[in-house]
């Protein structure tokens, strides 16, 4: 997965990007390649519609590393 790739180049310090990702894909997936990519990850609401969940993801920098 390239998620990521590229997303540090518009992130300031501080700044943040929304993810929305659905039950039926590989949200895990995406969600480490994240993480393994050094950005923070935070859920921000999910919502359940017929046979998926949809959910949105707060993206970061994770400045602490």
Do not use: C, K, M
């Not at 590989?26 to 609401?45: I, K, M, N, S």
């Amino acid at each position: 997965l390239e998620i990521g790739a590229g997303l540090g180049e518009h992130l300031g310090p501080g700044g943040v990007t929304w993810l929305l990702l659905s039950s039926i894909g590989d949200a895990a997936g995406w969600l480490d390649a994240l993480r393994l990519q050094g950005y923070a990850v935070q859920t921000a609401a999910t919502r359940n519609i017929v046979s998926e969940t949809l959910a949105l993801f707060r993206v970061s920098r994770n400045d602490r590393l």
